[in-house]
């Protein structure tokens, strides 16, 4: 399964740049903002995630990216801050990762008491 959805990624991913404390890697995967639509999906099927502010974007990646929560996605001329990221699991493997970011300087005081 993993085999199959990296090259789902490699095939229909967009290239951006994620950035940690090991440097800077280009990987291939999928990016969107959390719009009202997508987030009336994401409140009914995932609830246990906890509350979910919008202006965030959604990440799916390759586990080989090995994103980290606090690491940096660039895309275009815009840089994403990754708030979560977690491993997708299926058959007790890890097959993706997927990550919620904000936008650098936009959104990256989300969740800090205001």
């Known amino acids: 399964m993993r085999v199959m959805v990296e090259k789902i990624l490699a095939q229909y991913g967009t290239d951006m740049v994620v950035t940690g404390s090991a440097g800077s890697k280009t990987v291939r995967g999928f990016f969107r903002a959390v719009n009202s639509k997508s987030w009336q999906s994401m409140e009914s099927e995932a609830t246990l995630l906890g509350e979910i502010s919008r202006g965030q974007y959604a990440y799916i990646g390759p586990m080989s990216a090995g994103v980290r929560e606090g690491d940096t996605l660039t895309l275009g001329d815009r840089t994403y801050l990754f708030r979560r990221v977690e491993p997708?699991?299926?058959?007790?493997?890890?097959?993706?990762?997927?990550?919620?970011?904000?936008?650098?300087?936009?959104?990256?005081?989300?969740?800090?008491?205001?």
């Open 88 to 114: 997708y699991y299926y058959r007790n493997q890890a097959v993706y990762q997927w990550g919620l970011c904000v936008e650098k300087g936009v959104n990256d005081t989300w969740g800090s008491q205001s």
